[in-house]
């Protein structure tokens, strides 16, 4: 199992390009997560979907787009890229068994920097 | 609504030495706890978890936690660090059968040879 995985590890925009972040889990979790992660702010999310065709707002949801066209996917979209927008974005999922709680697995992060 | 506190931002402590790092939570209802730790340059990973029964959890490199209802808190300890504890911990909480989890702003637990 590779668990979570995040294409790219890198980018660096200018202000007002587009980007798609990509995240697949191969554990068959119906919940998937974005979140950003900014120095002294802890993990804030972004985007959340809870199965395949859905998608929820979350705590910063402002200049960003997501898809979840494939369970296994989960795609976070910058439309027009913001110097506000630089952080590390990280990608989570995890599965709907009440019992087990709500651990989430994540992925290695993408580190993105807007000029 | 489920918020976290670390009131510590930063906590240096001497090798072999005990360590503590406090996380309060508030929430109406009942609710699951977690401690996640983050290495330089990495994801989060889970360290310990409380769902339910007994209120002392302890993850396998010797991380404990105490749920304390009363005191809404559930602080990490570890009786003796070593270097290779040098890490962000982040505290989070989920209220049971919702769908997010909220993250405190992090711990950076930094060991001193």
């Known amino acids: 199992n590779a668990g979570v995985t995040q294409t790219p590890k890198f980018r660096v925009l200018k202000t007002g390009q587009s980007m798609t972040l990509l995240c697949a889990q191969d554990?068959?979790?119906?919940?998937m997560y974005w979140y950003r992660q900014d120095p002294g702010m802890g993990l804030r999310l972004i985007h959340y979907s809870v199965g395949e065709g859905t998608t929820a707002k979350g705590e910063v949801p402002d200049g960003y787009n997501v898809s979840r066209l494939k369970k296994q996917n989960f795609l976070l979209g910058l439309e027009s890229a913001a110097p506000s927008q630089t952080s590390v974005y990280f990608c989570a999922s995890r599965r709907t068994d009440r019992v087990g709680g709500n651990e989430q697995f994540f992925g290695p992060g993408t580190r993105l920097t807007v000029l | 609504a489920q918020s976290v506190t670390q009131l510590d931002s930063q906590v240096p402590v001497f090798e072999e030495a005990p360590v503590e790092l406090r996380c309060n939570y508030s929430?109406?209802?009942?609710?699951?706890l977690f401690w996640y730790v983050q290495y330089p340059n990495q994801g989060l990973q889970l360290l310990l978890k409380y769902l339910s029964g007994s209120t002392l959890v302890e993850s396998i490199n010797g991380f404990e936690a105490e749920f304390n209802k009363s005191q809404t808190s559930f602080h990490l300890r570890k009786p003796s660090v070593h270097i290779s504890d040098t890490a962000e911990y982040f505290c989070?909480?989920?209220?049971?059968?919702?769908?997010?989890?909220?993250f405190g702003t992090g711990t950076k637990l930094q060991v001193i040879p």
């Open positions: 554990m068959n979790h119906e919940y």
């Open positions: 929430s109406s209802v009942s609710v699951y």
């Open positions: 989070a909480v989920s209220e049971r059968g919702y769908q997010k989890v909220t």
